[in-house]
């Protein structure tokens, strides 16, 4: 039996290579992008990118999947951890801001592009490469 066992029920062996192998930008890794993340991970997606410059605040456990002991690291390293944990997926991620500087050096390669960002600056950068 393997971590994905009930994913393989419904999905063809076909259809399970091709996720392990569709590489996905989760641009944001609080409330909606970590949850947005673990998903992913968990239905078989193996080649997954994280960025979030964010470090864990105490007014962040309410609403994301985060603890106490991580206040102060990085979210996207604690996720990355979470999920290393929990199936052996190695996230690759990013702790710097996304900017116009920068998104095509960091979102180049992706086939699909997931953006939960909650600052506009961020926002407008993956807009306008994604068009």
């Given amino acids: 039996m393997t971590i994905f066992f009930h994913e393989q029920c419904y999905r063809s062996a076909v259809l399970m290579q091709q996720l392990q192998q569709c590489p996905v930008v989760v641009c944001g890794a609080g409330a909606l992008g970590a949850n947005i993340t673990e998903n992913l991970a968990r239905s078989g997606f193996g080649k997954i990118k994280v960025i979030d410059f964010d470090r864990i605040e105490e007014r962040n456990l309410s609403a994301q999947p985060y603890y106490r002991s991580d206040v102060g690291a990085f979210k996207a390293k604690i996720l990355a951890n979470q999920l ?3 199936i052996g997926l190695k996230l690759d991620i990013e702790t710097k801001m ?7 050096q960091i979102l180049q390669g992706s086939a699909l592009v997931i953006e939960t ?9 993956v807009k306008d490469y994604c068009d």
């Fill in 84 to 86: 290393y944990r929990a």
């Fill in 98 to 104: 996304l900017t116009s500087a920068n998104v095509e």
């Fill in 117 to 125: 960002f909650d600052n506009s600056v961020a926002r407008q950068a």
